[in-house]
Structure formats: C-alpha cells, structure tokens
C-alpha cells in the first residue's frame, strides 16, 4: 500500500489566497462555499500566512511524501499564528520540531 501523500499547509493557504487574488471569489465566504469548506477553515487556512516568512518557507518546500507533513498540520500550527513576534513564532516551531523529532525517536521511526 503506498503512503499518504498530505497536504501541505503553506501551499494550501496560497491557494486560497491566490483565488481571493485574483476575484474569481469576492470574500472569504464565497471561497468556503466553492471549496466546500467551513469559513472558519477559510479563516485558519489564511492565517498560516501569518506565520514568520522563514516558517512559511520551511514547510512550503516540503515535498507532498515529505515524512514531516503529516505532523505539520494547520491545526497543529495554529497557535503560532497567535503569536505576533517572529522570535517568539521561531522558538514554538523549533520546540515543535523538536517534539516531532521525539516523537519519531520514541516510535523507533526513522
């Protein structure tokens, strides 16, 4: 059976980004409603893109088989997007990094 490919958060927040852009959706609500999707997930989506340029960039060039993904969800970074200093947003995804690292050791994955 060949593994789940994830979304990449990043890219996904572009995504909707990109359609509220470029006027094919006129608010965040006709995007829910052409997505299927809740506002509020319009919302949290759009919110990654709050996240220090360094984070984004980090997640938004892993590939979609990238081992990673899967714990590097939107709700998994949504506190950051709460956090309105860069050094502070750094220092959670480091420790969240960490925590991920840990997880994998403790699993015996590698």
Do not use: W
């Not at 919302?43 to 220090?52: A, I, P, R, S």
């Amino acid at each position: 059976m060949a593994p789940k490919d994830y979304a990449n958060p990043i890219k996904e927040a572009m995504k909707y980004k990109a359609y509220l852009d470029s006027g094919e959706v006129r608010s965040q609500a006709d995007l829910a409603r052409k997505l299927g999707v809740s506002r509020a997930k319009v919302t949290q989506m759009l919110n990654l893109l709050k996240l220090d340029a360094d984070i984004q960039g980090f997640i938004a060039e892993l590939e979609k088989n990238d081992e990673r993904l899967p714990f590097l969800t939107e709700r998994k970074l949504r506190h950051l997007t709460r956090l309105e200093m860069p050094t502070e947003q750094r220092a959670c995804f480091k420790s969240l990094i960490h925590q991920m690292m840990s997880s994998r050791e403790s699993t015996g994955e590698k």
